[in-house]
């Protein structure tokens, strides 16, 4: 006889068949293993989709990026030759343009037209002195045989006239040095220019040798970059500059010459451009690109470049779709694309639209090419 506890643990027939149900869908849900856990067998979540592109290895033309300023190719200064005399014209002001051997300032020359008179008396005085001194010796020789005349007489008589042909030679120096002076007194252009300075006035005593004007020769001007001592090796005469000054003036250039020296004070070279003035002016500054031959490089979309605790890095795309960040070295921008130095091998497969948003070991979705 069953006991009233005995019959409370019994249960219908139909609520032990709902329990044994039950039972078997839990265990199909863990795989069929009691204890089984779901997070065992699932896959990673992407965490972004993002587009990818090869890192690429081309030839590209190589620039050398250096600064540097504007100076006259000869900055000529103008002055006169003689000193003492009155300026009594001037015949060119800042910004003339000017032709070789131009008058530019003429000087007050009633002295110097007096003293080349003078040199011209002296001259036709030694010149009678001369003749008379020949005449005498062929006088003396002609009868040094009869015995009228001794020795010693003709031996003054030739004294005489190598003295007088003497004085014919220095006074045609004086003469020839008082016609320079004269012609002195007018300043003239040395070469072809444009006058850019001017320090003389109408008026003042000229000084010989003293600074009148300045006139930039040819009007030629050069650039002269500051090319570091490292770089100078591939500098080379003839190769294209493109220059771009403070205003935005882009003119045209080619090395003419390469300092043979290095400045100790900054570690540079100077390398000398030759230039067409008028576009760009004397003492403006300069930004210039040297084209220093070609060279394979290693490009990739600036866009795939991301900026990180200062540092510049690309996202590297491996095995599952896994993205591994790689630090990487820039050299410059080509238009769309950045030059690497080192951080990446051609062929790697790099992150390009979304890498601002990846981290280090991020699963992604890579897009399907158009997308």
Avoid at 232 to 243: D, E, R
Avoid at 346 to 368: H, Y
Wanted: proline fraction near 4%; charged fraction near 20%.
């Amino acid at each position: 006889m069953s006991t009233p506890a005995a019959s409370s643990l019994r249960l219908p027939a139909s609520a032990k068949v709902l329990a044994v149900a039950a039972l078997v869908v839990s265990l199909s849900a863990c795989g069929g293993r009691p204890g089984a856990s779901g997070a065992d067998n699932a896959q990673p979540v992407a965490a972004l989709t993002v587009t990818t592109t090869p890192v690429r290895n081309e030839e590209v033309a190589r620039q050398l990026q250096v600064t540097g300023s504007v100076f006259p190719w000869q900055d000529v200064i103008i002055g006169s030759e003689v000193g003492g005399y009155r300026v009594a014209a001037v015949l060119v002001d800042v910004g003339s343009p000017v032709k070789k051997d131009q008058v530019l300032v003429r000087l007050a020359d009633d002295l110097l037209q007096a003293e080349l008179d003078s040199r011209r008396a002296a001259l036709r005085s030694a010149e009678a002195s001369q003749v008379n001194a020949a005449a005498a010796l062929r006088r003396g020789e002609s009868i040094s045989s009869s015995g009228l005349l001794s020795a010693a007489d003709l031996d003054t008589l030739r004294a005489q006239d190598v003295d007088a042909k003497a004085r014919v030679e220095t006074a045609t120096a004086d003469l020839r040095t008082a016609e320079l002076r004269a012609r002195y007194a007018n300043v003239t252009a040395p070469d072809s220019g444009t006058i850019t300075s001017r320090t003389v006035s109408v008026g003042q005593i000229a000084q010989a040798g003293a600074e009148m004007l300045r006139m930039l020769r040819q009007d030629r001007v050069e650039w002269r970059a500051e090319v570091p001592e490292a770089e100078l090796k591939n500098i080379a005469v003839g190769q294209s500059v493109a220059l771009t000054a403070v205003d935005g003036t882009k003119v045209s250039g080619t090395v003419r010459a390469v300092s043979p020296t290095v400045q100790a004070s900054n570690r540079t070279g100077l390398v000398y451009v030759d230039i067409t003035a008028g576009m760009v002016r004397p003492g403006m500054f300069a930004r210039g690109e040297i084209q220093v031959g070609k060279g394979n490089a290693l490009l990739l979309p600036v866009a795939s470049v991301v900026m990180q605790d200062g540092y510049s890095y690309v996202f590297v795309l491996g095995d599952n779709d896994i993205v591994t960040r790689h630090r990487v070295e820039p050299v410059g921008v080509r238009g769309d694309y950045m030059e690497i130095a080192s951080g990446v091998e051609a062929g790697n497969i790099v992150a390009v639209k979304g890498a601002g948003f990846l981290k280090d070991g991020d699963t992604v979705n890579v897009a399907a090419e158009g997308s």
